[in-house]
């Protein structure tokens, strides 16, 4: 546990507690007065309704849309269905900035809805909130899913033979068993949406505002750090709170049930229902998953007098961007792998190592490490970023002007991916297998390559695809480190959908496009690797 600890402490804890104290300390003497200065201002009241009530909804409709999907994948044998899960998954490794975008080009001025019935949604709650389940559907689809597909359908066989309907069975045998993983999955859909800042800043306009943009805006515009500290004080809470009923749901999960593998439940569809319930899907992730994605494409080859790779071509001119960068765009790209590869790294040492020490058994103590590791999904991104800034500038830790700074940063989101892939492996690894090579006369590092490297070595090479696709996305810290000459993918559409222009706009959804791409084919090859039962994602 030292390393994971020590990292966690210096590149996480040590800058959000910075940021907090230095926006509620005045002369070295804490002003807790100021708490409830900041939360009695209706501006900021307005901003928590929103940003809870917006939650809420984005779950339940989330839910509402995606489990007949978790059915269906859980369920169901039919032609292409590896390809289709592979589908479905890439929003949820897509950037929010790039998420914002798609729908941008579906929805907003001049989109495809624009153009095909004159409605525009940007700047609307229904934009905000469809995006959400578009980013989220994957969640939902794995979580509730892999459990489904692994529950006995005899059970509920059984249930019927003894005189019990087709939705009693279903809703007093498999419902309470799916309860722990439809919670789990609510959890994460609504810790995910509760801290939205790329899709609500791109797609709700100055008429809406969550916490994560609040604190943003807060910090890099206003420079006001006692609001911004407590906002991330009430977020930081609010997320402590999900996370303690996230462990306790996944717990649940993993030791009341008898689990089956997931080759003997599913088979073809059969019947008229069951045929329309398959095709209901299907629509779905046509419409919800395909067609912004689609879109999005489109729009990058939208150029004036057809269509054309002329915003592709703008990438490699710095020039092109009417100075919004100091490099050609196109460098972003190379930035962003680069990046991204040394955050895998660093990802799968201190996820690696965490996921280890989790699976030895030492009470209270490890399931607090468990939920330390996930809080980087839900603490202000902005925050650690800003904190990043103020914190690690002198030495022995002057990492300011350094191009290490922003893997770091990006390797925070990566670990708990790691975590959450490996666990559950680590943890089915019989170690009587590790005693027997003990035994035998294998040192402790040998044992481990020669027992546990071997079962875990797809979960770990799925582990390594997440961190990188996670990775190569990170927005809400990057977008206050990355240097104006090293930015990176998401920073860099970003910074061309704030500048008016038709060839700014082009060259965003040329770079979201690429962006995508690249998550897409990440995601394809995990799905030819992945292993039945490797993690939770």
Request: aromatic share 10%; with cysteine.
């Amino acid at each position: 546990m030292a390393v994971p600890v020590a990292f966690f402490a210096v590149f996480f804890a040590y800058p959000v507690v910075a940021i907090v104290g230095r926006g509620l300390k005045a002369d070295g003497v804490w002003q807790f007065g100021r708490i409830g200065e900041v939360l009695s201002r209706p501006d900021i009241l307005d901003v928590l309704w929103f940003t809870t009530w917006q939650a809420l909804a984005s779950t339940a409709l989330t839910l509402l849309i995606a489990l007949p999907g978790a059915y269906v994948f859980a369920r169901f044998d039919f032609p292409g269905k590896q390809l289709l899960r592979a589908v479905v998954t890439v929003p949820f490794v897509l950037p929010t900035v790039v998420v914002g975008t798609a729908f941008l080009a579906l929805l907003g001025r001049g989109g495809f809805l624009d153009e095909l019935a004159g409605v525009r949604l940007d700047t609307t709650v229904w934009a905000i909130l469809l995006a959400h389940v578009f980013f989220n559907y994957a969640v939902v689809v794995r979580t509730v899913g892999g459990l489904w597909s692994q529950l006995d359908p005899r059970q509920e066989e059984a249930a019927r033979v003894l005189g019990a309907g087709r939705f009693a069975a279903w809703r007093r045998v498999t419902l309470p068993a799916l309860a722990p993983a439809v919670g789990a999955a609510a959890l994460m859909v609504f810790l995910f949406t509760f801290t939205s800042f790329g899709v609500v800043q791109i797609l709700g306009g100055p008429a809406y505002s969550t916490l994560e943009v609040e604190i943003y805006r807060q910090t890099a515009q206003l420079l006001d750090l006692p609001t911004a500290a407590v906002l991330t004080m009430v977020q930081f809470a609010a997320v402590g709170a999900v996370l303690a009923v996230h462990a306790w749901t996944v717990r649940r999960r993993e030791s009341a049930l008898k689990l089956v593998d997931p080759a003997q439940t599913a088979r073809r569809p059969r019947g008229a229902g069951q045929r329309a319930l398959l095709g209901g899907v299907l629509l779905t992730v046509l419409v919800l998953i395909l067609l912004p994605l689609g879109v999005l494409v489109e729009r990058s080859l939208d150029v004036p007098g057809g269509h054309g790779f002329d915003y592709y071509r703008a990438l490699r001119s710095a020039d092109a961007s009417g100075g919004t960068f100091l490099v050609a765009p196109l460098e972003a790209i190379w930035n962003s792998l680069q990046y991204a590869l040394v955050a895998t790294v660093i990802g799968l040492v201190v996820g690696g190592l965490a996921a280890a020490a989790l699976t030895r058994r030492a009470g209270r103590l490890v399931r607090g490490f468990d939920a330390l590791l996930m809080l980087p999904l839900g603490v202000s991104a902005v925050t650690v970023g800003f904190g990043f800034l103020i914190t690690l500038d002198e030495p022995p830790l002057d990492l300011r002007t350094t191009w290490i700074l922003v893997p770091l940063a990006q390797a925070l989101v990566g670990v708990p991916f790691v975590v959450r892939t490996m666990l559950p492996v680590l943890r089915a690894v019989d170690g009587r297998l590790r005693e027997a090579a003990t035994v035998l006369g294998a040192s402790p590092l040998r044992a481990w390559r020669e027992v546990d490297l071997p079962l875990v070595r797809r979960a770990l090479l799925v582990a390594a695809g997440f961190a990188f696709a996670v990775s190569l996305g990170e927005f809400g810290a990057t977008v206050f480190i990355a240097r104006p000459d090293n930015p990176t993918l998401p920073v860099a559409v970003a910074r061309l959908l704030g500048r008016s222009g038709e060839l700014n706009y082009g060259q965003a959804m040329a770079l979201s496009t690429i962006l995508m791409l690249v998550c897409a084919v990440s995601l394809l090859l995990l799905e030819r690797i992945r292993p039945d039962r490797s993690g939770e994602f």
